[in-house]
């Protein structure tokens, strides 16, 4: 009886507020003290949805703009919404106003925000606002900020004015309609402004922003509260506005003589006086730089632990470093560090946006006091955030640029480490930046097991339930893990020494080694981490793939395969031709110095097993083709395998030992109802490996006659479905022998495998890519696939560029699989069938590691006179007739374990 008179008391007291409540007499604390009220009562009683829908309503007057104090706030009371009346048809003008002003409210704020997600979700609201012009102004307008929020670094005045006009020319002629056009050209200055540091344009857009204001109706100032607007902006203009209206040049006293009277007014004038003061960084009167030193100190004294309070810190420490250059002393750098680990204490963890500039000037630091050493774990540090932020996007197109960025910053630390004779630093260095988005879909597979371990089963449900694109809980899961100290170390940084020697010696092999191209006319290298000894590392001279090397004609060549592209009249040589010349050089700029350097001293009649972890366009070479200036091929003085990265060849090698079975799914040449032509070898091979080594398989596509399998044409569903069966019977082996298809594009390429069609009568193929894979495999986290052989062409190519290996057969690591055989190029059908064969035979019949069974297949390719395995048919002998040729053999990589 108690608690129902509480819930009473809560209703009266709740419909009391709205019964009082009008669109502008609602205050931030009221709204706030109503929403925890309606939360309080349980989420089956029909009051809680009613008090909710009759607030939002009330300060959005049914769909429009709200106090812009209230906005912050408004998201919480959204989410107490359960039923809505059928009879309340304006709902979706409430939602869509709420939601737009939400998310330009956290963009705005610099919170972060899934922008895919925010894109998706907007498009859905600007859907269902169609002829309310008011709502749709603010869903237009969330979008123009997503959209800047996406590319705004690279968007332009004219390029930001052409968005606003786009999104009020929605309203028509709505009142306020003029002064929002006038308010777009003075933002697109204003973005300007910013990206030139021309405080002179940036004074002058403010200003006009300023008068707009005073242009509105009454109705549109009292509605959008823009008083309060008014005297924040003046605030911001007490340090912009300059002495003289028309002076090209500021002084540092301009700012402090016109600024406000309040601390933040204070320390903004102080931190704007030292910028000017500064140049940019690239002052070199170390007067000038005393003197901004001493304003950014006495701006700290002003600070309200907000981001400026922070960006003075860092500010005074960008500074005295810049002093300590130019007077050629390290005087002033422990103040330096000082402040630098205080601005530290305040971002808490790496999804501060500063976090990686104030790591690196700590490193940096360190190096201009000639402690290398020290030097090395700040530089790691700072790697976090690139991380974190990869972790964070739901968008690959979106994460590239922080992909970009962390490569960059990973060599650059790599070689700072390097010259700090810190070889193992190197390498934690390197793996900061490789497969950072394959690293993102195997942990997000993983999430909700790291969920309920952390204590957290409520947000692993959440996960599974509402997947990894929701609004919002991408950052909240993440954030909730990285409060774990240990379990941020194991998402956020790359595995030790100690953690990839236990990789190796899982997986039989010697050494992980990093292949890093130089940048022109400085040498490449590469940092060995060996099973067994300290680590090292080799200069490499011709380890060079810029314009004009063998690299670059090799990767032309490739491209013209990928589009079916002939050389025309003898300009450029053949693909064959490239590869073939390709040998030599990867012998002279890479594996000839690893072997006859570093392993030289190996162990005689033994055969090094190296992991090789190219990066860039170094994984696109053939090296185990690499041939010495005897004919000799590497791979017949030592065995190869490629992993992405250190981190997913170590998470590779936890998984538990998946068995070869009977039983599994055979693909042969299914009938993709294209133009591509049919691949004979590709069935008969299919159909032999099927009979001799997976009695049990189930077998999809057309067989050796051309005519359809009983169990099935080969369909994506039907490869779809193989791929989520998590039951004993379904097998563990994939054997793909088909068509795969790579487009390549400016920022990578597009691949996918070419299958039947769903409808036998429609339009083919039927097509399944890399994100796909890895969804479906997501999905059934208990499927166990131990083997994936991908006889299709490019399955090896990757799709996303900035050092990106991101592939076809790499989706298939990330997702679980243990071993993964995946192809370089184009592969000719006819020598591919023996080669394919022969590999199941000699990890099946031989008892080989996969590794070993491929390059075993491999060797075979090349022998003068090799030993035709008993059960191999005769037809699939005959087809080796070329296989000495380097496109017949060595197209095909391994992964894994």
């Known amino acids: 009886m108690a608690e129902e008179n509480g819930i009473a008391e809560i209703v009266a007291r709740c419909d009391a507020v709205t019964r009082g409540a009008t669109h502008t007499s609602v205050s931030a604390g009221e709204l706030t003290a109503f929403t925890a009220d309606v939360a309080r009562l349980p989420e089956e009683n029909p009051d809680r949805s009613r008090l909710a829908v009759t607030m939002l309503t009330t300060v959005t007057r049914g769909g429009g703009p709200a106090q812009i104090t209230l906005i912050p706030h408004l998201d919480d009371l959204l989410r107490l919404v359960g039923r809505v009346p059928a009879s309340m048809i304006g709902w979706a003008h409430v939602v869509g106003s709420v939601r737009a002003q939400h998310l330009a409210h956290l963009v705005a704020s610099g919170e972060y925000v899934d922008l895919a997600a925010a894109r998706h979700e907007l498009a859905g609201h600007a859907e269902a606002a169609k002829g309310a012009k008011v709502t749709t102004m603010l869903v237009e307008a969330a979008q123009a900020a997503v959209t800047m929020a996406t590319d705004g670094s690279n968007a332009s005045s004219s390029e930001m004015t052409r968005v606003f006009d786009d999104m009020f020319a929605q309203i028509g002629d709505h009142p306020i309609a003029p002064t929002m056009h006038k308010y777009s050209d003075a933002m697109g200055r ?16 403010f200003r006009e922003l ?67 003061l500064f140049q940019r960084g690239e002052e070199t ?18 600070d309200q632990g907000d981001d400026l309070g922070l960006f003075a810190l860092t500010g ?19 103040e330096a560090e000082e402040v630098l680990h205080k601005a530290l204490a305040r971002m808490r963890d790496a999804s501060h946006p500063q976090w990686s500039l104030t790591h690196e000037m700590l490193a940096a630091i360190r190096h201009r006091q000639g402690d290398f050493a020290g030097a090395g774990p700040f530089s790691l540090a700072a790697q976090r955030a690139y991380v974190w932020r990869v972790l964070l996007e739901s968008d690959p197109a979106e994460a590239k640029w922080a992909i970009r960025d962390a490569v960059g910053a990973a060599m650059d630390t790599a ?23 394959l690293f993102a879909e195997a942990e997000l597979r993983a999430l909700p097991a790291r969920l309920t371990a952390a204590g957290h089963p409520d947000l692993a449900e959440r996960w599974v339930s509402e997947g990894r694109d929701s609004q919002g809980l991408r ?24 953690e990839i020697r236990s990789a190796l010696a899982s997986s039989d092999a010697d050494a992980l080694v990093y292949l890093v191209p130089g940048k022109h006319p400085g040498p490449g290298y590469m940092v060995i981490a060996p099973k067994a000894g300290p680590p090292a590392y080799l200069m490499l001279p011709n380890l060079h793939v ?21 050389p025309v009249g003898g300009t450029r040589a053949s693909f064959a031709e490239q590869v073939d010349s390709l040998c030599d050089w990867a012998w002279r700029s890479a594996i000839g110095p690893m072997l006859e350097s570093y392993f030289a001293e190996f162990p005689p009649g033994s055969t090094p097993a190296v992991v090789l972890v190219p990066m860039g366009d170094l994984a696109r070479i053939p090296w185990q083709a690499a041939r010495r200036q005897d004919g000799r091929y590497a791979i017949e003085l030592a065995s190869f395998s490629q992993a992405v990265s250190a981190r997913l060849f170590c998470e590779n090698a936890k998984r538990s030992p998946i068995g070869p079975t009977s039983t599994g799914l055979v693909v042969g040449d299914p009938d993709t109802r294209s133009d591509a032509p049919s691949l004979a070898s590709a069935r008969a091979e299919a159909q032999a490996v099927r009979r001799v080594f997976y009695p049990g398989a189930r077998y999809l596509g057309r067989r050796a006659d051309g005519s359809q399998s009983p169990s099935g044409r080969g369909t994506t569903t039907e490869i779809r479905e193989w791929l989520a069966d998590a039951a ?20 990578g390429g597009r691949a996918e495998l070419q299958l039947a069609p769903d409808d036998p009568d429609g339009p083919g193929p039927g097509q399944l890519d890399a994100d796909e894979i890895i969804r479906i495999l997501e999905a059934v986290p208990e499927r166990r696939i131990g083997l994936v052989v991908m006889g299709a062409c490019h399955t090896g190519r990757s799709i996303h560029g900035y050092d990106e290996a991101y592939s076809l057969g790499t989706a298939f690591l990330a997702a679980g699989a243990r071993t993964v055989l995946s192809t370089h190029w184009a592969i000719p059908d006819a020598e591919t069938s023996a080669l394919m064969f022969l590999f199941h035979h000699h990890l099946l019949t031989e008892g080989l590691p996969s590794r070993e069974a491929l390059r075993a297949a491999q060797l075979w390719m090349l022998s003068p006179d090799p030993v035709v395995p008993a059960r191999m048919p005769a037809d699939l002998v005959s087809l080796a007739a070329d296989r000495t040729a380097v496109v017949a053999w060595a197209g095909f990589t391994h992964a894994g374990h």
């Open 728 to 747: 004993p019977y379904a097998g563990t082996t994939l054997h793909l022998a088909c068509h795969g298809l790579f487009a390549p594009t400016e920022d």
């Open 190 to 205: 204003l973005l300007d402004a910013a990206k030139k540091s021309d405080v002179n344009m940036a004074a002058s857009a």
């Open 210 to 276: 300023r008068g707009l204001v005073d242009t509105l109706l009454p109705e549109f100032r009292s509605q959008m509260n823009l008083d309060d607007a008014q005297r924040s902006l003046e605030e911001v203009l007490g340090v912009f506005e300059p002495a003289q209206a028309e002076q090209d040049e500021r002084s540092a006293g301009d700012f402090l003589k016109n600024a406000g009277p309040s601390p933040n007014a204070q320390l903004r004038a102080r931190v704007f006086a030292a910028v000017t």
């Open 285 to 302: 009167d170390v007067g000038r730089v005393n003197e901004a030193l001493d304003h950014i100190r006495e701006a700290i004294t002003f």
């Open 475 to 498: 950052k909240q899961v993440m954030t909730t893990l990285l409060a774990d100290g240990s379990m941020a170390s194991t998402l956020l940084d790359p595995p030790s020494l100690g």
């Open 546 to 566: 810029g314009k004009g090397t063998e690299v670059d004609q090799y990767l032309a060549a490739l491209t013209d395969r990928a589009r079916n592209v002939k």
């Open 415 to 437: 070689m700072r480490c390097l010259s700090a004779g810190s070889v193992s630093d190197a390498l934690r260095a390197l793996d900061t930046g490789r497969g950072l988005l």
């Open 316 to 334: 005074l420490a960008a500074g005295l470093l810049r002093r300590s250059e130019l007077i050629g002393s390290v005087a002033g750098l422990d």
